[in-house]
């Protein structure tokens, strides 16, 4: 079965760090050519894309992380990662990640919580 798998959340302090990793398992076509984002949804919100990587390392994010926020890729482990830094109570979400072109099922997604 194809999946992407999302782990590393937790509970951290504001101004802290967190490292996501999100890897994928089964028979993946052309994941190294695949543009991935990292998304999160907050209770009562939708969901949310708040960065994004394309196949030759191009990265995009949201302005609410933009410059806390590292996306970045191994295409032979199969990974992508958030590295997350600076973290304010408003970034306390459920991540995901997922392609953002023709997405698989979502996943169950990292649980990441702030506190002030």
């Known amino acids: 079965q194809v999946q992407l798998a999302e782990s590393g959340g937790g509970l951290v302090q504001a101004g802290g760090s967190l490292r996501l990793s999100c890897a994928a398992s089964g028979s993946i076509f052309g994941f190294g050519v695949r543009t991935v984002g990292w998304y999160r949804q907050a209770p009562g919100k939708q969901r949310e894309l708040v960065a994004h990587?394309?196949?030759?390392?191009?990265?995009n994010y949201a302005d609410s992380v933009k410059g806390r926020f590292t996306i970045s890729r191994d295409n032979a482990k199969k990974m992508v990662n958030l590295q997350m830094n600076s973290l304010k109570p408003e970034d306390t979400a459920v991540y995901y990640c997922?392609?953002?072109?023709?997405?698989?099922?979502w996943g169950q997604g990292t649980q990441v919580t702030v506190s002030s």
């Open positions: 990587i394309d196949y030759g390392g191009t990265t």
């Open positions: 997922n392609f953002v072109r023709a997405p698989l099922t």
